[in-house]
């Protein structure tokens, strides 16, 4: 019974119609993926990749147009009231009730899922913990901070005690520290047993959160694996960043070097060189020997972001 996948997807496909002078348009084209209980699964990619759709598609708010796809068992499109109440959704804008407090705000959202009283209390309050906005419980929303309100976001999504949690780009828009605050929280959640499936297009958040993740681009799954997995199946070791005065020249010779043989590769951003190398140092000292003087030079281990560069060519943030 573990061994069931708690979502499912096989060849899912979200094809939206035709409007106006827009042809139909395929968001997602064929995926496959299996989602294990207690997991945190990432959907990495850049813009219009297909994460949003596909998230729609399992929170049973978006219908699916092809291939099949199960959520706890059930199918969200005959069954979307079950899905629907098992699930904790995390949308990207938080549609909180501005004009409300942090504590109205939970109760609303109880009410909304048909709880009763005693039990929206008690589960708010703790809830007001989990987010650490205790002290601003009775405060208007209008006056909270961008993390604070994501925090409430997230803490209302529990309010149904949900088997899975959904969170669609959790912490775009916030400044650091309030990112590390609310991965902090996604990892508690995640110690007391909730599924988290998210969306992202940060690197670091899906090294740091997630267990596994599927790289999206263009709708389609281009890889999947563990970050770890990732990086070891589609990059070097290390990577080499130079910033050179003329780029182009100096691209042209490292292309002709060998240091694009022997598994080194080049890629070329507009503001940087990367040079794909599994001993950065040694690459440096190549890049002098061929008399190249960079701006800069930095070495770095390989990331997330090098996997999806290397896999489509394109950088992840445009
Ligand atoms: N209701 C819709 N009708 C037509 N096309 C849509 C609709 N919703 C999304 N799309 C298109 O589908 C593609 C995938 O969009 P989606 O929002 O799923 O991408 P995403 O990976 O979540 O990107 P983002 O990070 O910008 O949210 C985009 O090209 C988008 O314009």
């Not at 039990?119 to 929303?141: C, G, N, T, Y």
């Not at 959790?170 to 959640?189: E, I, N, S």
């Not at 199946?233 to 060998?258: C, G, I, P, W």
Request: aromatic share 6%; proline share 4%; charged share 25%.
């Amino acid at each position: 019974m573990t061994d069931t996948p708690l979502v499912e997807a096989r060849g899912l496909t979200k094809v939206y119609p035709a409007r106006g002078s827009s042809a139909e348009f395929r968001a997602v084209d064929g995926i496959d993926f299996a989602l294990r209980r207690g997991e945190a699964f990432g959907f990495l990619g850049p813009n219009g990749a297909g994460k949003s759709t596909t998230m729609r598609m399992i929170s049973a708010t978006s219908p699916i147009t092809g291939g099949t796809l199960r959520v706890l068992g059930f199918d969200p499109v005959a069954q979307g009231p079950q899905v629907r109440a098992r699930l904790g959704v995390v949308p990207q804008d938080d549609c909180l009730d501005r004009e409300l407090t942090v504590r109205e705000n939970l109760y609303i959202y109880g009410r909304y899922f048909g709880l009763r009283r005693a039990v929206i209390r008690e589960r708010a309050e703790s809830l007001l913990d989990f987010a650490q906005l205790r002290d601003k419980a009775d405060e208007q929303v209008e006056v909270l901070s961008g993390g604070m309100r994501r925090r409430l976001t997230i803490a209302r999504s529990l309010i149904n005690e949900p088997e899975i949690l959904l969170l669609d780009e959790p912490t775009t828009g916030l400044d650091p520290q309030a990112r590390h605050v609310l991965w902090d929280r996604l990892f508690r959640l995640k110690q007391d047993g909730v599924t988290l499936i998210l969306t992202t297009h940060y690197m670091d958040e899906a090294e740091q959160l997630c267990d596994r993740l599927v790289v999206m681009d263009g709708g389609r799954i281009v890889a999947q694996g563990t970050p770890r997995e990732l990086i070891a199946a589609h990059t070097t070791r290390e990577v080499l960043e130079l910033r050179f005065t003329d780029q182009d020249t100096a691209a042209e010779k490292l292309r002709a070097s060998a240091l694009c043989g022997d598994g080194g590769r080049l890629e070329v951003l507009p503001d940087r060189v990367m040079v794909y190398a599994d001993d950065g140092e040694a690459a440096l000292a190549a890049v002098h020997a061929l008399r190249l003087s960079p701006l800069t030079a930095l070495v770095r281990r390989a990331s997330l972001e090098d996997v999806f560069l290397t896999l489509t060519g394109r950088s992840l943030i445009d």
